[in-house]
């Protein structure tokens, strides 16, 4: 039996009361948990989770955030709420969800997505999403397939493609082996610190595999793929925070300094040192940033 490596941001965590809740949406149970204070005063934050991910996986970055009240959801087809049934799970179900989510459960609550979810939380604003204020972690600036390493992208896809077409058992599986979720991580992980990239491993072999099925999770691989943050930068009139990576395997931060520019009103923040795993190996720094950035205009400077 494998056992859980400890997580260096439990003391912090732990002092911030959380409430697993469900809601229906689209027609499916949503699995959503609460942290911080609940009162209707309190400033609220929908975090939305990256590809292959559930809630878990933001929670580093919550533990840097006492005193805000975040609502993070698991999306569709992944951790612990159901896929949307008799849908495809392409972009338009995934930003449609979270409209209807954040109208349902937090009207009009800051929005924050990494990853793949800053591809489903700018959808959702550009499409009409109420936010006041747009979080982007490690935000996909441009197509992955033109990314630092466009060749590993390309064998990305021949894995979801071969995991989605062979027999149901053995294309599972595939999908589910833990050594190939140990090569993402290390691919993905840049930190030099051991005890650190034992925790990173550790959350990618707890949550990476938890999604509901092979065809939602080749679904939302096709659509990860697919579409890039800059394709709803230019109406996206909301204030908008861009926490980027100078290593990021995924977008390099050239791509990410350009879609700055795209936003109406954009802010960027680059991190050295770090990749794809702001979440997890920058996330005290990129909690102060979303700190700053949410107080308000007489307050920034300080």
């Known amino acids: 039996m494998t056992m859980s490596v400890a997580s260096p941001y439990a003391a912090r965590l732990g002092r911030i009361p959380v409430e697993r809740r469900t809601v229906q949406v689209l027609g499916s149970t949503t699995a959503y948990w609460v942290y911080g204070p609940d009162g209707e005063d309190a400033l609220t934050v929908i975090a939305v989770h990256g590809f292959r991910g559930e809630h878990h996986g ?29 849908r495809a799970h392409d972009l338009s179900l995934y930003s449609g969800w979270l409209t209807e989510f954040a109208r349902t459960v937090a ?14 939380a700018s959808a959702a604003v550009a499409g009409g999403l109420r936010a006041p204020r747009l979080i982007l972690i490690n935000p996909i600036g441009a197509p992955a397939l033109e990314g630092p390493r466009g060749v590993l992208t390309r064998l990305a896809v021949l894995y979801y493609r071969l995991g989605a077409q062979l027999p149901d058992r053995y294309g599972t599986a595939l999908l589910r082996h833990p050594l190939i979720v140990r090569i993402m991580s290390a691919a993905m992980a840049k930190t030099r610190d051991p005890q650190l990239r034992r925790f990173v491993h550790d959350q990618h072999r707890r ?21 890039d943050v800059r394709a709803f930068a230019g109406v996206i009139d909301a204030p908008v925070l861009l926490i980027a990576a100078q290593r990021d395997d ?17 802010e960027l923040v680059e991190f050295a040192e770090v990749g794809h795993l702001i979440h997890y190996e920058t996330p005290a720094e990129a909690a102060g940033a979303i700190r700053r950035f949410l107080r308000p205009p007489a307050e920034r400077g300080r």
Not at 211 to 227: C, E, G
Not at 255 to 266: H, K, M, T, V
């Open 250 to 266: 995924i977008t390099p931060i050239e791509a990410e300094r350009r879609l700055a520019g795209r936003f109406p009103d954009a």
């Open 107 to 120: 009207p009009d609550a800051v929005v924050l997505g990494h990853s793949f979810g800053s591809i489903v």
């Open 58 to 86: 933001l929670e580093p970055v919550i533990a840097h955030l006492p005193g805000m009240r975040v609502i993070s959801p698991d999306l569709p087809g992944f951790g612990e709420t159901p896929p949307i049934p008799g």
């Open 207 to 227: 949550y990476f595999s938890t999604f509901a099925d092979r065809q939602v999770l080749h679904d939302a691989f096709v659509t990860s793929v697919s579409h």
